[in-house]
């Protein structure tokens, strides 16, 4: 099993109960684990290069997907218009798109260098907040697909969510000194981020697509 991962903050959490339940599960010796951007996943995913992964949440009715997702309510402090030429950012699939149905003009940036963008001062407009003010719902990036082992990607999930999020200080250091912040910085960021998809998430994920669909 091949799993790919968005290689963000945002997903810290996830990589490090994944890597956890690889080593005490059966699948250990089977299992290869593939870390990058949300456009280059999506993009593995349909080549079948991995067997499941989080992609961008536009690309998720093209196969079966787990009830894990990467959800933020109001805002996501990661996903940014910002003042400039309108530009794609090209890691991203659903936060352009997403731009373009929100009517926004400028740049969009997303990811880790967004988060460090706003944490240094930086001026935007947040994603996700701005969809809340539209529909009063929290809007749904990515969600975890697959095209295989569907009874190992429902355990990951069955377990994930049961657990508590623990990030052990020294990962938290690495995380952190790796992108220029602080460790109270990335936990802080983390408050914001949910993984279940629950009913309000599937009905703006619903509501996002049909947008999509008739968006030109």
């Known amino acids: ?8 903050l945002n997903l810290l959490p996830f990589q490090i109960f994944l890597k956890r339940y690889i080593k005490y599960s059966s699948i250990k010796m089977a299992f290869n684990y593939r ?14 290069k991995i067997n499941a ?8 009715p093209k196969y079966r ?13 990661s996903v940014f ?3 400039g030429n309108n530009k794609i950012d090209k890691e991203s699939a659903s936060s352009n798109l997403l731009a373009s149905i929100l009517n926004l003009e400028g740049e969009v940036i997303i990811g880790d260098k967004a988060l460090k ?24 990036f990515a969600r975890l697909c697959y095209n295989c082992h569907s009874k190992n990607i429902k355990n990951i999930e069955r377990i994930f969510l049961k657990q508590p ?22 936990l802080w960021y983390l408050k914001f981020i949910k993984y279940k ?18 968006h030109k």
């Open 53 to 60: 992964g989080f992609i961008s949440s536009i690309e998720s």
């Open 117 to 140: 963008y706003y944490l240094d001062g930086g001026k935007g407009i947040d994603l996700a907040t701005e969809w809340y003010k539209k529909t009063s719902l929290p809007f749904v």
């Open 197 to 214: 998809i629950d009913y309000k998430s599937t009905k703006s994920l619903k509501l996002f697509l049909k947008k999509a669909k008739n």
């Open 81 to 83: 218009v910002i003042n």
């Open 1 to 8: 099993m091949i799993f790919g991962s968005i290689s963000y």
């Open 165 to 186: 999020i623990k990030i052990p200080q020294y990962i938290l250091k690495k995380e952190a000194k790796k992108r220029g912040i602080t460790p109270k910085e990335l």
């Open 65 to 77: 997907c787990s009830n894990l997702g990467i959800i933020a309510n109001r805002a996501v402090y």
């Open 35 to 48: 870390r990058d951007v949300p456009s280059k996943i999506n993009f593995a995913l349909k080549r079948r």
